[in-house]
């Protein structure tokens, strides 16, 4: 059984009168042809004096969000998706009857209203209402307008009610798909075409991660949720369509953080006959036409940092960045028990299945070059043990043509020189499962028809992954993931 607050249920008696008096508490449709900002825009710059020549109305809906109610006439706000706006209502305009309904009203109804746009004499765009209908009767009262929702747990579990009380989550919301969209038309505008490929999966391909499980019944198979969209995209290059790329959801099964969720939007693009650098151009203009076209702006303040996204970006291999730190060349390097004696040293612990050069390597970078990376960077010339999908570089085959982009010191994009020597993908899927033996249970299976797709020719290409999620958080300034998915996965109650 229920238990109702005294003011839910002074809500609920409310709603019962309006029934009785002929009244449907969660109304109709309502036409309207105005919204707020759109009026305060337009009328922002007339003078007090000058509405009295003037015969301009509006038809607008909204929740009431603000009231102060007087005698025979009062003021409420009401706010749509655009914004808020003042309403004036009084009894000689609307009549008795109607304004007797208004004084029932309370904050979180929704309502419309028709009436006579105005100013008032401290310059606030008003609409003077007319015509005033109820249509929905708030039963739960909304959170104190100045304290809102404080618990930000509750602000995320509740979504909706952070969108009805805080401006900046509902610029947020509205933000993020215009900033995919932009992506979209970049990338469209580049000769890529956008496609779909499947969530479900039976093979475990595609990324170092964790998978969530289920079952298909018809079948009676176990399946993956995707991990990523690499290997169904590549396929599509092999069958000629040469540029092409997914915006979808994708899931991987481990921890939460201020930077993780475990379903989130990734966006990839592989695009025949380029290569890193093309990636990385294409990135550098991707960002900037975002920074410019959506937000007008290319300095931001994320996680602290003040970052430019102005270019060029600085581009330094893995190896240079550590020993622009360190002062340890591990192009020096390529004896296996001199990088572990010099793990050693660095209090740097080693798993099993790391003990190789490029594994070392990467966990030196980890430790000490990561976090420094501050300012746009592009960081390529990574281990072929860590990049089993990339195509190794023709000087030096201990690496692979690969870039990870990093700003505020966090990675944004994953990008590669793709692979598509059919032989040498085999070998290294076939390591991957060695290294799952030794404990990393993040490691690939094997895709044999991915293997047999390459063996029919994948032109040259170069390939890239961004977080989507990560990227808007970078454009709207917020340090934590779960300001940008409007409903991000929380723990049960």
Known sequence: MREFTEQELVRREKCENLRNSGIDPFGHRFERDSFAKDIKEKYKDVEHDAFENMTDTGVLAGRIMFIRKMGKASFFTISDKTGSIQVYISINDVGEETYNLFKTADIGDIVGVKGKIMKTRTGEVTIKCLEYTHLVKALKPLPEKFHGLTDVEERYRRRYVDLIMNEESRNIAFTRP??????QSFMDNEGFVEVETPVLTPVLTGASAKPFITHHNTQDMDMYLRIALELPLKRLLVGGMEAVYEIGRTFRNEGMDPKHNPEFTLMEAYLAYSDLEGMMDLTERMYTKIAN??????EYNWCGYDISLKGPWKRISMVDSIKE???????????????????MKHDIHVEEHEKTVGHIINLFFEKYVEETLIQPTFLYGHPVEISPLTKRNKDNPRFVDRFELFIGGKEFA??????????????RFEDQLKERELGNDEANDIDMDFIEALEYGMPPA????????????????????????LFPTMKLK
């Open 462 to 485: 170069g390939g890239i992954g961004y977080g989507i999620d990560r990227l808007i958080m970078l454009f709207t300034e917020q340090d934590t993931i779960r300001e940008v998915i």
């Open 178 to 183: 215009k900033i995919i969209r932009c992506i």
């Open 325 to 343: 730190v360190t002062g340890i060349d591990f192009n020096e390097i390529t004896d296996v028990n001199t990088a572990l004696d010099l793990a």
């Open 293 to 298: 076209e959506v937000m007008h702006k290319t």
């Open 414 to 427: 994953n990008a590669y020189t793709e692979l598509n020597d059919p032989m040498d993908q085999l070998e």
